[in-house]
């Protein structure tokens, strides 16, 4: 019904405690049984929800309709308060359903509605169709299942950029979007414009301007206010064109959220740590070859794109599982605190891909037991443009000692212990961890043997039937055997087939020689 109409003269009406989490200022009318929040001629009305006495979220319209069941605006600027950060959008629908508590923020699909959400706590954009909060949870949903048939996230660096995405917002048009707006600010000097300033310096109708504005605004160049006829220009302008030329650096990094079900992510408010969901690879540089697969595909995002997860990590040629690993955006780093095992290779120059890139040639056996960090380029060089220019990356160093083992049940049934039988590999650095071959794969430590000889202070490198191990000379005297029991004399080396030697064993009044003999912690096999 749309009488009796009663609108109150006063424009500021104040209604705290609304719904109880809620408050309300603005103008009212009331329009047969509706109630209607409505802005005044030069202000939005809004509305305000209230968590722990302070303002958490604010929503600016034009209109809402109150009633029991909760109310609804239309067309609304919403902002969302977290740690003294914001998570905002210019235009989208908000729903409060009274009887379950749950507010519910969708965006517009059309008109500047399209832009993404945009997220200064963890330094993301949310391409996402909206999020839900339940009055007093800890917890933010956001995206899946809040719309039916939503397509699949995505979450954005702010940092990011993708030179293909960016030439496609040209289309047909004979000069790029983004690179016009850019000429006309600095040939105008204005940051700030009416879309009759834009629509002479481009020589078209204010109507194509007021369009071409609009769909930067949309892809975030610009903050356009469709009534006023005002674009702002925003950074992302300067540092797209930064990006475009190779004058500065970004990165690469992208969630793209597909959850079979469930939601895209969760947001808690308890420690600001949010969850995204269904992401099978994360890709940290192109150019480095360093990609996450996360276990269970979730990935935890912290403060400043900070991040803690678990899973594969591929870098050049190592490969590693680590647990409660801790991304660091600044430092682009990654700190392993335990790690499960380091899978290395080595490049194959002799047989290339379809890239005319070497082959890699992957170890048989691994370091275990190891914790460290992984550098994965030089902080100003995350887009891997200038990479020929840092050479040493990615590198990996370890903290602590690590250990390589023999003890696999096909090399005579397990008979090298790892409890007793194992090189110790001490803390190391590796660099160019994509240029590592046979020959500058080298790490220093010692071969504990069970007894079999004397601590065996060699490198460890990797042998012909590529697995970590090591070759040496006994001194001319020789060297103990199963701690002086006998002698050896000759060399020694470790591999895959175990322990070996070629020389002369002398036992008391005995003398053997011998070739590929096998030395067991408990026996000696000939050939």
């Known amino acids: 019904k749309a009488y009796p109409t009663i609108r109150c003269s006063d424009d500021e009406m104040v209604l705290d405690s609304l719904y109880t989490s809620f408050r309300y200022q ?3 009318q009331v329009k ?29 319209f034009e209109e809402a309709t109150l009633s029991q069941k909760g109310w609804n605006g239309i067309r609304s600027q919403m902002e969302l308060y977290y740690a003294g950060d914001t998570l905002s959008h210019p235009d989208c629908d ?6 379950n508590g749950v507010i519910a923020v969708t965006r517009q699909q059309e008109g500047l509605g399209q832009q993404a959400f945009v997220d200064r706590y963890h330094n993301l954009e949310w391409n996402v169709e909206g999020f839900t909060w339940k009055l007093g949870q800890p917890q933010i949903e956001i995206g899946f299942p809040l719309i039916a048939d939503a397509k699949a996230g995505t979450f954005l660096s702010f940092n990011y950029f993708e030179k293909q995405t960016f030439d496609r917002l040209q289309g047909i048009d004979p000069i790029h979007p983004v690179v016009e707006l850019y000429r006309f600010v600095k040939s105008s000097g204005l940051t700030s414009f009416t879309s009759i300033d834009y629509a002479y310096y481009i020589k078209l109708s204010e109507v194509q301007a ?14 356009y206010d469709v009534d006023q006829k005002v ?8 540092k797209h064109m930064g990006y475009a030329t190779n004058k500065k650096d970004h990165d690469m990094i992208r969630f793209y959220s597909a959850p079979k079900k469930g939601n895209n992510a969760e947001w808690s408010l308890l420690n600001g740590f949010m969850q995204i969901n269904g992401v099978d690879q994360l890709v940290l540089s192109n150019s480095r070859g360093i990609a996450i697969m996360p276990d269970n595909k979730e990935v935890t995002v912290s403060k400043d794109l900070n991040m803690v997860l678990s899973g594969m990590v591929d870098a050049g040629n190592i490969r590693m599982r680590g647990t409660g690993m801790h991304f660091d955006y600044e430092r682009f780093t990654i700190d392993f605190r335990k790690i499960e095992e380091v899978r290395l290779s080595i490049n194959d120059f002799e047989t290339l891909d379809y890239r005319g890139e070497p ?4 170890l048989k056996n691994a370091l275990e037991n190891i914790s ?15 990479s020929v220019n840092h050479p040493s990356y990615p590198k990996f160093t370890s903290n602590e000692t690590s250990f390589v083992y023999y003890d696999s049940p096909t090399l005579y049934n397990g008979a090298y212990k790892r409890d007793s039988f194992y090189y110790a590999v001490r803390p190391f650095e590796l660099k160019g961890l994509d ?13 504990v043997s069970s007894g079999i000889v004397p601590e065996i202070e060699r490198p460890l490198v990797v042998m012909p039937d590529n697995y970590l191990g090591l070759t040496s000379i006994t001194p001319p005297a020789g060297t103990e055997l199963y701690e002086g029991s006998a002698k050896f004399t000759s060399s020694l080396s470790l591999d895959g087939a175990g322990l070996r030697g070629d020389g002369v064993i002398d036992f008391l009044s005995a003398h053997a020689e011998g070739e590929a003999l096998v030395f067991l912690p408990d026996s000696i096999i000939g050939p």
Not at 359 to 362: E, G, L, P, R
Request: hydrophobic fraction near 40%.
């Open 26 to 28: 603005g103008g009212l």
């Open 32 to 60: 047969g049984s509706n109630i209607r929040g409505i802005s005044k001629v030069d202000a939005f009305a809004t509305m305000e929800v209230i968590r722990e006495d302070t303002v958490f979220m604010r929503f600016q």
């Open 94 to 99: 908000v729903r409060y359903e009274n009887h």
């Open 210 to 223: 007021q369009i071409a504005l609009m769909n930067l605004a949309n892809a975030g160049y610009v903050d």
């Open 231 to 238: 674009a702002r220009v925003l950074d992302r302008t300067f």
């Open 359 to 362: 082959q890699k040639i992957w």
């Open 372 to 386: 460290g960090e992984l550098t994965i380029d030089h902080p100003g060089n995350r887009s891997g443009k200038w």
């Open 435 to 447: 240029q590592l071959t046979r020959e500058n794969l080298k790490l220093d430590g010692s071969l």
